[in-house]
């Protein structure tokens, strides 16, 4: 039998599926997230790629912000448990979490069993979160995924508020309109959401080794600039993007082994 | 058993209906003044006949309060001057509004400006609370507020009635601690928003029926077996925590409040009026004898979390929940210290955002759900 974790995030959907003996028999990840299509599609593609069908799957555990609306689990768990289980799983010397989700930013202090000692997240605001990157590049007109290469391609970085989403697509904007070079606002945007972050980093404290979970941790250029604001070294999985989803299969697993 | 649900309901009744309550007061021929949080002189309000009525605003989307107050302003003032423009207050004589922050002191002008019907009554609460002249600042400020009241009621407010109104609001002081005391003895009966309702009521009720109702929940409950809580326990600092979803997202998750320092709840009741040469001194006092919290200005940082800290440890609590009323700046400036001084006193702790304008709290049910979950 196996266990599988689903991630429903704001932007994306992530599945992992765990063997009973632990070992990852399918991972999957869909672009879209919750009120989408996009956390059916990501199970169907995971069960596909495991090679089994949902009768197989003795317990599903869901996680992210359309946790409770996936059909057919057996529990769900918040998402910064999730995360913290995945990363210490992932990345085991890991103590302090950055998480960059689709709407939110959490930061996270865990101990060696993934268990959370404090956790510090952003309130309702879009600054500093891979929705602000989404809307930035949509004004610069390139794809998400070309932002890490075009900030490593800066002579120097922007100046950009790191207040308000709004207020910063006027001001890349007013960038634009004063021919400054693209590169150069790419990489005051990372180090805009890399101050944010820091920020919430600092709040929550800093305890080596520091990773990143969630899609955003893919994009070099602003692990980078976070890099240079909290002054740590951060650690960032391949698997970066699938950790709350591995978490909540861990958690599946754990609940399939004392059923 | 019955009494405490009986009660709990009416409780619950009484702190989702205060314009009923605010209408059954005015249809009795009493003079009811609106007090603004916090530290609102009441036994002035008392000794001159009328009744004092706390205002925190509510879940409301303001229509028009933006005519006067910009989406930046405190999301507890900005509801409270929506509902001063809209006449959810029409019928109070005047609102007593101590200006303790920024924020107040642009909400009178926007106050004046937009509720022509209700008269603001204010005065300031001096920050240096340590220079001798805070004292005699204060008490002619007490003076005005005791002038425009009497103007207001027709009735001189004498020493004595003063005294013996200061009398009453300290017993009910003792009262409500008494309760949140008895409570945590019952946390399978007394959930979060069960604790919240009694004390929000108590804001609406006239002293001696807070005295009367309070008292008779906490006998009921001791007539009750002690509850072994098995869950986590937090305590909740902030303005307030409401709605009830929040608050009924520490029940499901089997988290139970065992003490709070909430502006709207114990902040309130924990320091009594104390003895003084006079009943206005008395009053006077009682400002410069607050500790740890955000609306009044202490040169040690850590007074705060050290407070909570204590509170935590006396009541066995795991956690404290920083409740952040949307755009309250005082509250924003106490949280870094109060997190370090909690955190370093081996305590966990995390914010909800508490936001009136709007119903969506799925993080906070997220941030209480993980803290449960380890």
Redesign the interface.
Known sequence: MFAAGIDIGSTASKAVILAADGGIAAKAIVPIGTGTVGPARVFAQALEKAGITRDDIQWITATG?GRFSFEGINDQ?????CH?RGIAHLLPATRTIVDIGGQ?IKVMRINGKG???????N??CAAGTGRFLDTMAKVLDVEVTDLSDLSFQADEAAEISSTCTVFAESEVISKLAANIRLENIVSGIHKSVARRVASLVQ?C?IQPEVAMSGGVALNKGLVHSLEEEIKHPIQVHEDCQLAGALGAALYALGSMRSA | MADVKNLLAQFDDISKNPQRLLKEYLNAGDKVIACFPVYTPQPLVLAADMVPMGIWGGQCNPQIAGKYAPIFTCSLLRSCLEFGMTGAYRGVSAAIMPIICDTFRGMNSAWRAGVKDIRPITFIYPQNRKDPGARDFLIEEIKTVRSALEEISGKEITNEALQNAIALCNKRNAVMRAFCEAANDHLDLIRPADRHHVMKAATFLRPEKTIEMVSALTEALAAEPVCDWKGKKVILTGITCEPDEVLGYFADNNVAVVGDDLAQESRQYRSDYPAANSAIESLALHWFAIYGCSTAHDDNNTARGQMLVKLAKDSGADCVVLC?MRFCEIEEYD??SV?DTV?RAGL????I?I?QSTT?S??AL??I???A??
Do not use: C, H
Not at chain 1, 77 to 81: C, D, I
């Open positions: 912000y768990k918040s998402e910064l448990s913290a939110d268990m959370l000692l404090n956790f510090v997240m309130d309702k709040r404290g | 952040m949280q870094p997190i955190t966990m702790s995390f914010s955002d936001d969506e799925g993080q997220t941030k759900q993980a803290f979950e380890n």
